[in-house]
């Protein structure tokens, strides 16, 4: 085993300095980007230091590199993109046949990398070969020759743990790994960072100081009663007196949890300051830590917002006012890490500000009702809703992942257009749009836009159904608001436009005038005007054909392939019938006529290719927010 027990293995080469020679302050700088942003709170899998000191030495594996490259570059201030060059190369250098930890380090940052550009299903593919991986080796009883490495199999498989518990949930599959109480918990964050490379193993002493991610393994175990919890309810329909029990057992559990936390990981703004002292990564899985406690025990008491609404009990008011309580808690965490400097923008933190916005909204769409909150209250409520909207862009500059966020933001704004009464329901359908985040949301509600005001509780002039109209009227403001046009030339969004325009413009550019002039040009070719009507009538019935066998073939082929495919063809025909214009032109009669059939194989490709792909590709490309912003 080498002396870098972070990842190195001696079945793993270290090829990255001699495939891609690369600025070593650049790499750097990518480097702290992946640690401040991602590590610790998407996972904890490297000592800091470490790592540090092997990326200068260049002895990273290629896969690690790579990958860690490929999620750092997405926050240097370069408007340059090579992340997906980066992604493609980690992909190239898993080695599915190193058994070793640093194959399970790999299949996790793959991972990271497909969840954040929204490819669930490959990043589950990923995970579950890194738990196998783990289960094989059986990291928490690894035989280690020092402290470091012992230290980090332990934080690599509680990483396994929690990463299965969201994977499974994100795309409704059963969970591989469960919670082992015989599994000692990691060490504290400031004895972990200070561990040496060549310290030897230690024996267990007592107890040992309780950290972050160890409170974060704890806490993920609750969350899985949680979700359990949940699913029970809604597939299996329980009782409700024994749904009652257990949402108070598990409430009480959440409490406990809180309760019994080491001063020091106790949530405060002095605290949060000691966390950032040791590394802004460790700050931010400090605040990862209680952002998850708040979406917790949010998620549990979600379904009582509905029932306070329609049923109002002492206890379901109780339960709807915690969620509130912890809605509003969240957002104040999330509030003071901005204030901080705080980089909490992993991406996950997308997904549960969206579902915690959904109670600000329920509290918005109530504050007129008589069990509503104070209207007064309303315009803070308000403020917030668009701070979150504003965090939420600003992630997405970042995460293609958060595009998905949004759109099921707009889908759960469009089911609160139909009923306040159906749309909060804790039915199959919200219980996926809360806990499947790596799935597509439906629209829940399938209705002309003309029935829907009518659909509200107490009728059009209710006050719920005022305040109905009211948070329509501010939530589609809201939405222009976050999405101003200049944002599409920030971060992805530039490279969508790019695409977006450069497609469009190629459209245009590329002779499309024969498609709408073309009887001018067979005249010019000296077509007489009657034969040129007749060739226009056949082009004009040719483009019509192929615009509709255009569609199997996008379908076949691809917009991409079809594109290129298009464009060589259209430029072949061009170039043809600018050649054959020779001097003599006009005393070879048939060059008319092979010019003017050269137009209809023109017009031909263009109908097939060109013209319905260059409408097509940048209504694909925009972003969910600027999307009525962009050309479709």
Known sequence: MSSNASYCSPNQPNRAAAMLELDPVWKQEMVSHYFDVVHDTHHSLFHRPTFERDLRNNQIPDVILYSVLSLGIRFASSPQRRDHHFAELAYRALDMRDLSIVTIQGCLLLGTMCFVDNKAATETLYVATAIRLGLILDLPQRKCQTELERQINLRVYWTLYMTDLW????????????????????????????????????????????????????????????????????????????????????AARL???????????????????????????????????HLGFHYYYEVLCYRFMAESFRHPTPQTMAYAEKCAQHAEAFCDLLYLCEDKDNRCSYAMVGHMLVVTSTVYMHRLLCSSSESGLAEEQAPE????????????????????????????????????????????????????????????????????????????????????????????????????????????????????????????????????????????????????????????????????????????????????????????????????????????????????????????????????????????????????????????
């Not at 795309?171 to 015989?182: A, G, H, P, T, V």
């Not at 107890?207 to 009663?225: F, H, N, P, Q």
């Open 381 to 632: 409520i308000r403020k917030r809703l668009a701070h979150n909207f504003e965090i939420l862009t600003e992630l997405q500059l970042h995460w293609v992942s958060l595009d998905a966020c949004l759109s099921r933001l707009k889908v759960f704004h469009n089911a609160c257009l139909f009923s306040i009464e159906h749309s909060f329901n804790m039915d199959r359908w919200m219980l996926r749009f809360i806990l499947e985040h790596g799935s597509q949301m439906p629209e829940k509600f399938i209705v002309q836009p003309d029935d829907a005001q009518e659909t509200w509780i107490g009728g059009a002039e209710s006050a719920v159904g005022a305040s109905a109209r009211s948070l329509q009227d501010w939530l589609s403001r809201i939405w222009r608001k976050a999405a101003p046009i200049w944002t599409a030339s920030r971060g992805p969004n530039a490279s969508r436009t790019e695409i977006a325009c450069t497609v469009f413009a190629g459209q245009v550019l590329s002779g499309s005038w024969f498609a709408h002039s073309a009887i001018y040009f067979f005249e010019q070719v000296g077509i007489t005007f009657e034969m040129a009507y007749n060739l226009g009538l056949v082009g004009t019935g040719i483009a019509f054909c192929g615009t509709v066998l255009s569609w199997f073939l996008m379908n076949q082929f691809g917009l991409r392939k079809l594109y290129i495919a298009g464009m060589l063809a259209m430029i072949t025909a061009l170039c043809v019938i600018g050649v054959l214009r020779v001097a003599s032109h006009e005393k070879i009669l048939s060059l008319r006529w092979v010019q003017s059939a050269l137009c209809i194989c023109w017009l031909l490709s263009f109908s097939l290719t060109v013209g319905p792909v260059g409408w097509t590709i940048p209504a694909e490309v925009s972003s969910t927010r600027l999307r009525s912003q962009s050309i479709r």
């Open 255 to 289: 409490d406990a949890w809180q309760h019994q936390l080491p001063f020091y990981i106790q949530e405060s703004e002095q605290n949060l300051e000691r966390a950032n002292a040791m590394g802004i990564n460790v700050g931010n899985s400090f605040a990862a830590l």
């Open 167 to 250: 994977v499974s949930a994100g795309l409704k599959l059963s969970r591989q790994i469960l919670f082992r109480d015989d599994v000692e918990l990691p060490s504290e964050e400031s004895v972990f960072l200070g561990l040496s490379p060549t310290e030897p193993v230690r024996t267990a002493s007592g107890e040992r100081t309780r950290s972050i991610w160890g409170e974060m393994a704890k806490l993920a175990r609750i969350w899985s009663d949680v979700q359990d919890l949940n699913n029970m309810a809604v597939e299996c329909g329980l009782e409700p007196m024994a749904l009652a029990a257990e949402i108070d057992a598990i």
